[in-house]
C-alpha cells in the first residue's frame, strides 16, 4: 500500500508551458512523498496521466541509481537538492538535474527550481501563481504557562501538518528538575527550583520530518496565602483575591512582599518584584523600587499597583498587619481611587501558612512540635524537597534576634524535621526553618 502524499495540500501545483498544471498531492493516497533520502508516489497532470517519482526502495537501500528502469526515482540530498528522474507513460522521462536546479528548502518545505522533459520542456516547481510544498510539522505551542515550584505542572505541546503522528522530544537546553517532557508531547511533574529555562523541543512526523521551537518556562515562588483564607474587601471594590492563580499570588518574604493580587473589577495588583534595589527594603521613590515591606513585628507599609486601580497605600492608619505566629492579616489598606480594603472581616481574612525566603528561596513552614523526652523538642515541617534550612530559634518575637541552632534539608516531597536538644533550658523559645 502507497503511503499517504507528504504534499501540502494548498500548495500542490507546478506549472509546465507546454504541459499546464501538475498536481503533486494527486488523489492524496497516490500523491507524492518525500523521505529523508529518496522520493515516491505520483505526480498527476490532466494532459499526461500520472508520472511515477520512484518506488520508495533504492536497489541499495539508499538512494535510486537511476541506471536501469527497475531502479530509478528522484533523490534527496542532505543539502534538499532534487535529483534523478520521474517517468510518465505519456510523457517519458523528466530530469530533476543540476541545470534547473530543483530543491527543496528543509527549513520552509517549499520547492524552487525548474525539472525537464524532453517532450514537454521546462516545469516549474515555484511561480508567482502557485508553487509546492513539502507538507513539514509545525508547532504552534509558543510560549509555556508559568509553573510554580514545589506546585504540579502539566502542558501539552501542540503542532499541526506533518504525516501521521508526532513524536516530541527535548533537543537542546534541560528541563528543570521535577519536570519531563514525553513522546506525546506532555511537558508534566513539580518543578523544585525557581528560575527561567530555555529549551528547545522537537515535534517529528511518522516521516521523520521535523520541526523545532525554542521555548522559555519561568517557575515562580507559589503563592504563600493560604488556600482557604485568600480574601480581602473592599466596599467599593469588591471581593479581592491575595492567592490569585497560585503562580502569580501574593508571597509573604522575611523583609519584603511580592507577587499580586486579583480584582475582578481592577485586575492584577502588584506587591513589588521581590528584589528592591537595596537587597534588603522597597525604598517605593521610584516606579523601579516600590512594594510592600514587613518589619520584624509584621507590619505591612509600602505600596502596591495596579494599571486599572494606581496605587494603594499600606500605611500606618490602616495598620496593615501579619500576626507572625498565626499568619492571619489585619488592618486596612487604601486606594485613592477604591477607598478602604479590609484584609480581615467578619466574612473572610487573608491568611500566610508559609512565608518565603530572601530572595525567592525555597518557602517552608512549620506544621507540629513533639516532646520525645529528655528535655528536646522536635519540629517538623514542610519545604522544598532537597533544599538545605538553617534552623533558627528567638525568645522573643518582638525582636528580629534569630540564632541559628542547626540545620535540615528537606526529604523528597519536602518534610522537614529538626530535634533541639537545648529546648529545657529556656522558658519558650520560637522556631522558623530558613532559607537563606
Known amino acids: 500500500m502507497h503511503a499517504a502524499t507528504t504534499i501540502d495540500a494548498v500548495n500542490r501545483y507546478s506549472y509546465g508551458a507546454n504541459l499546464g498544471w501538475m498536481d503533486w498531492v494527486a488523489d492524496t493516497n497516490n500523491g507524492m512523498v518525500v523521505g529523508q533520502q529518496v522520493c515516491s508516489g505520483y505526480i498527476y497532470s490532466a494532459n499526461v496521466g500520472w508520472i511515477n517519482l520512484g518506488s520508495g526502495a533504492p536497489a541499495n537501500g539508499v538512494q535510486y541509481q537511476n541506471n536501469s528502469a527497475s531502479d530509478f526515482g528522484v533523490n534527496l540530498d542532505s543539502g534538499g537538492n532534487l535529483r534523478g528522474y520521474a517517468y510518465g507513460a505519456n510523457i517519458g522521462w523528466i530530469a530533476f538535474e543540476d541545470t534547473g536546479a530543483p530543491k527543496m ?27 509546492v510544498k513539502l507538507n513539514l510539522p509545525m508547532i504552534t505551542t509558543s ?114 512582599c511580592s507577587g499580586s493580587l486579583y480584582s475582578a473589577n481592577a485586575g492584577w495588583i502588584n506587591l513589588g518584584s521581590g528584589a528592591p534595589a537595596n537587597g534588603v527594603y522597597y525604598q517605593n521613590n521610584s516606579a523601579s523600587d516600590y512594594g510592600v515591606n514587613r518589619d520584624a513585628a509584621g507590619n505591612l507599609r509600602g505600596y502596591a499597583y495596579g494599571a486599572n486601580i494606581g496605587w494603594i497605600a499600606f500605611e500606618d492608619t490602616g495598620a496593615p498587619k501579619m500576626d507572625l505566629i498565626t499568619g492571619n492579616f489585619s488592618g486596612y489598606a487604601y486606594s485613592a481611587n477604591s477607598g478602604w480594603i479590609s484584609l480581615s472581616n467578619a466574612t473572610a ?52 534576634t534569630w540564632v541559628d541552632i542547626g540545620t535540615a534539608t528537606a526529604a523528597a516531597g519536602g518534610s522537614l524535621q529538626f530535634t533541639d536538644v537545648d529546648a529545657t533550658n529556656f522558658q519558650q523559645r520560637f522556631y522558623r526553618f530558613s532559607n537563606p
Not at 515550584?149 to 537542546?172: F, K, M, R
Not at 530555555?198 to 518556562?217: H, R, Y
Not at 466596599?235 to 523583609?255: C, E, K, M, S
Open 105 to 131: 528548502d528543509l527549513t520552509t518545505g517549499n520547492f524552487n527550481g525548474y525539472a525537464y522533459s524532453a517532450n514537454c520542456g521546462w516545469i516549474s516547481l515555484s511561480n508567482a501563481v502557485a508553487f
Open 349 to 400: 481574612s487573608v491568611q500566610s501558612t508559609v512565608f518565603a525566603g530572601i530572595n525567592g528561596a525555597a518557602a517552608s513552614q512549620i506544621s507540629s512540635f513533639t516532646a520525645p523526652g529528655g528535655g528536646s523538642a522536635t519540629i517538623s515541617g514542610l519545604g522544598g524537597s532537597g533544599v538545605p534550612y538553617t534552623v533558627q530559634a528567638n525568645t522573643n518575637l518582638a525582636t528580629a
Open 143 to 256: 510560549r509555556l504557562p508559568d509553573a510554580a515550584a514545589n506546585t504540579g505542572y502539566t502542558q501539552t505541546l501542540t503542532a499541526s501538518n506533518g504525516a501521521g503522528s508526532i513524536t516530541w522530544s527535548l533537543v537542546g537546553g534541560t528541563l528543570p528538575a521535577g519536570l519531563s517532557l514525553s513522546s506525546g508531547g506532555i511537558i508534566s511533574g513539580t518543578p523544585t527550583t525557581t528560575g527561567t529555562t530555555s529549551i528547545t523541543v522537537q515535534a517529528t512526523d511518522s516521516n521523520g520530518w521535523s520541526a523545532t521551537e525554542m521555548l522559555s518556562l519561568d517557575i515562580l515562588i507559589p503563592s504563600t496565602i493560604d488556600s482557604a483564607h485568600h480574601y480581602a474587601y473592599g466596599a467599593n471594590l469588591g471581593w479581592v483575591d491575595l492567592r490569585g492563580d497560585v503562580t502569580h499570588g501574593v508571597i509573604i518574604g522575611q523583609f519584603v
